[in-house]
């Protein structure tokens, strides 16, 4: 649902706001010597022609030059500007300023209503213009945030697939080796699946949530694995100000499953290591496995990393540092992100 537009951007605070600015900066300095309602009038009657020839020029002459016919453009808003600065002139003459006219050249009075004409015209545009340029950047920017929303919905209908496959392969792991601790294994990828589904959609979750989301995919990894592999978990107890942080959801669980997935081993030790600190409003994921045997290697399509590089630049761009390294023996996953607060 769109948000509601705001009453400071409606048209007609808008327009009343144009109108009450170009009053008070045109009759500034005949404010101070109009006592009577009959003064007032008259430069009301003055103001309100130099404003309506400058909002004709807005809405019937300027989308001349929007559509690029430059010569009708010119020629069409220098002959109402003329025809604005008369109908100016006429009333002045005769009804506001007579006075001022007695002894002045009528061409050259002419030339001065026709001066306020273009001043009017243009201090008009000048608002117009900047309101039109406002509203565009704030269009796309309500854009970018649109598809910025769609990106990470498509990413999440990505990932959920590739998440469920290794799940459920973990499981039927475990049936294959221990059977009797699948009921209790069942339970947990219940957990699992109802944390995905309750949290994946939601744009944040506190960084206890998702903590314990990862602590508990690493159990089932370690009940089908854990006897051949050194698995190591290790972050500090999170108390409440850090459980305070705001993170996206099912952010890192991708580089944890990749580093199961690849270390597998049976030449070299077969290891994955997870460290995971939060300090000074900076959450840091520090991975090291295994690198997997050239004939135990199983075929990647990298959507994972594809997936995370793109939800980070998404959500945390100019915030992240994402770098991975390798060796013969191992293989390190390194990101540093900067959180969210509450």
């Known amino acids: 649902m769109a948000e509601k537009e705001k009453w400071y951007h409606k048209n007609i605070f808008v327009e009343l706001v144009c109108f009450l600015s170009m009053y008070v900066l045109t009759m500034l300095h005949e404010m101070m010597q109009i006592d009577t309602f009959i003064g007032f009038s008259k430069g009301l ?37 003329m025809l604005g600065a008369l109908t100016l002139f006429l009333p002045d003459y005769y009804w506001i300023e007579p006075e001022l006219y007695q002894n002045t050249d009528i061409l050259l009075s002419l ?8 001043i009017s015209t243009s201090t008009i545009m000048s608002f117009f213009l900047i309101r039109k340029y406002s509203l565009e950047l704030r269009k796309r ?57 309750e949290n994946g959609k939601k744009s944040n979750v506190s960084i206890c949530e998702e903590v314990n989301f990862i602590e508990n995919y690493i159990i089932m990894e370690k009940e089908r694995i854990g006897k051949r592999c050194e698995i190591a978990f290790r972050f500090p107890k999170l108390r409440d100000p850090v459980c305070q942080h705001k ?28 460290d995971i600190t939060v300090a000074h409003n900076t959450l840091k994921l ?18 994972g ?13 100019g915030r992240y540092h994402f770098e991975t390294s390798s060796t013969t023996q191992e293989y390190r996953t390194c990101l540093t992100l900067k959180l969210n607060p509450y």
């Open 286 to 303: 520090h991975i090291v496995n295994s690198i997997a045997d050239e004939s135990l290697k199983t075929y990647s399509t990298g959507i």
């Open 247 to 274: 993170i996206a959801p099912m952010l890192l669980i991708t580089l944890v499953e990749n580093a199961f997935k690849h270390s597998l081993t049976i030449t070299n030790k077969w290891f994955v290591h997870i």
């Open 45 to 81: 009657v003055f103001f309100l022609i130099l404003y309506a020839q400058a909002q004709f020029h807005r809405f019937f002459i300027f989308p001349l030059f929007l559509d690029k016919r430059y010569l009708r453009y010119a020629v069409f808003g220098l002959a109402f500007t």
């Open 141 to 197: 920017h309500e854009a970018q945030l649109l598809l910025n929303e769609m990106n990470i919905k498509l990413l999440h209908a990505q990932m959920n697939p590739h998440f469920f496959f290794n799940t459920f392969n973990n499981l039927y792991g475990v049936s294959l080796t221990e059977p009797q601790r699948v009921p209790e294994l069942i339970l947990k990828l219940s957990n699992l699946m109802r944390y995905q589904l």
């Open 111 to 118: 030339t001065y209503c026709c001066a306020l004409c273009i």
């Open 305 to 317: 990393l594809v997936n995370i590089r793109e939800r980070m630049e998404l959500l945390y761009k």
